[in-house]
């Protein structure tokens, strides 16, 4: 085992010589920060005392050493307008890959136990939280929490918020659970759909548990002179989308499920089987629990959806989920929707503009906590 120390100017310095001497296996096992000259120790320069350790024989037990190495964060991402931003967070998730995962609260400056704090209540997960604390913690010691941190909290959370805009053609279905506004929100991409692009654009229900979702439906596809169809079996369906073949696309709406009802589970398993989607929208709310969340995911799985919707952002001041359900599904977001007015209240997910909206929530909560 090779251990040495570093006296450096900041994280970054540290990083590259431990690198460079032990290899990129080495473990972080301390950092200390203290200021050498000045009159009496006051104004002198900050420097950073950095330990690491690397184990020659390539034999690690990392539970000796009660540290983890830092998973790899980074999202590929297919967005090429967001290529000189993405390589900025590349660099970034490099340098937090050999860092400690797990911190203590009491290793926190107040400002960082207050953002801490603003993280909770914003339902952030909690290793996403770790992961950025941590982060901050290395490499600034204690940065204050104002205005001025606004920028770097937006660059934080890109790498967790994957979002992706999917060419919608053919067959596209909508699932989720009951009360989330698959319908609502269905017919707000009708009609950018056939409004704004131009589409050739049908619509396929299959929400024949409500009889008003179906007349809703209705109503929206008449008004957007949208002809609408209704199945009852996953083989009706199919038989449908034989006959809607000449559409560019077709919307297809299913009846809400219960994650705890097997048998919705399993019917919503044969419809997606059956039809075969080009793509699946998972639909959830904003103002679910995380917990729920993440049971949610789970079983509508079996949809194999491609991209998630989130709805009901204006029914809840916890913007968490943001990161947390892309991070969950390992799906990318595709449109968020804050409102009940069709069309106007949809907005395509926009990694950088949501991480900004994310961030001034946060610091709101510090303020107010």
């Known amino acids: 085992m090779k251990m040495k120390k570093y006296i450096v100017t900041d994280i970054r310095q540290a990083l590259e010589q431990i690198r460079k001497d032990l290899g990129e296996d080495a473990i972080i096992l301390s950092t200390r920060s203290f200021r050498k000259g000045g009159f009496f120790g006051i104004g002198g320069k900050k420097f950073l005392e950095v330990t690491a350790v690397v184990d020659e024989k390539e034999e690690k037990k990392k539970e000796d050493l009660e540290v983890y190495k830092l998973q790899e964060l980074l999202v590929k991402s297919k967005e090429k307008r967001y290529e000189e931003e993405l390589t900025e967070i590349k660099q970034m998730l490099k340098e937090m890959k050999t860092m400690v995962l797990s911190i203590k609260r009491e290793d926190l400056s107040e400002d960082l136990k207050a953002l ?36 770097k909290l937006t660059d934080y959370f ?59 439906l209705k109503i929206y596809a008449n008004i957007m002179d949208i002809p609408m169809r209704v199945a009852y079996t996953p083989m009706e369906a199919k038989i449908e989308l034989e006959a809607m073949r000449s559409f560019d696309v077709v919307l297809i709406d299913t009846a809400g499920r219960s994650p705890n009802n097997e048998i919705q589970i399993s019917e919503l398993k044969a419809l997606a089987e059956t039809i075969s989607p080009n793509i699946c929208f998972l639909v959830l709310a904003m103002n679910y629990k995380y917990s729920d969340i993440k049971d949610m995911v789970k079983r509508f799985s079996v949809a194999k959806f491609s991209h998630v919707i989130l709805t009901k952002m204006d029914e809840t001041k916890s913007y968490g989920h943001l990161l947390n359900v892309p991070y969950t599904t390992g799906v990318p977001l595709a449109y968020v929707t804050n409102g009940q007015r069709v069309p106007e209240d949809i907005i395509e997910a926009n990694r950088i503009e949501l991480s900004h909206l994310l961030a001034k929530e946060v610091l709101r909560s510090v303020r107010s906590s």
Request: charged share 25%.
């Open 158 to 216: 890109q790498p967790f918020l994957k979002t992706e805009i999917p060419i919608l053609q053919g067959v596209v279905m909508f699932v989720g659970p009951t009360g989330v506004g698959k319908t609502t929100t269905l017919a707000k991409i009708a009609a950018r759909l056939k409004l704004v692009e131009k589409k050739n654009v049908a619509i396929l229900t299959l929400d024949t548990y409500r009889i008003a979702a179906a007349e809703q």
């Open 116 to 151: 801490s704090k603003a993280f909770e209540i914003q339902d952030i997960d909690s290793e996403i939280s770790n992961k950025i604390l941590e982060y901050i913690r290395l490499s600034y010691g204690n940065l204050k929490v104002d205005e001025t941190i606004l920028e």
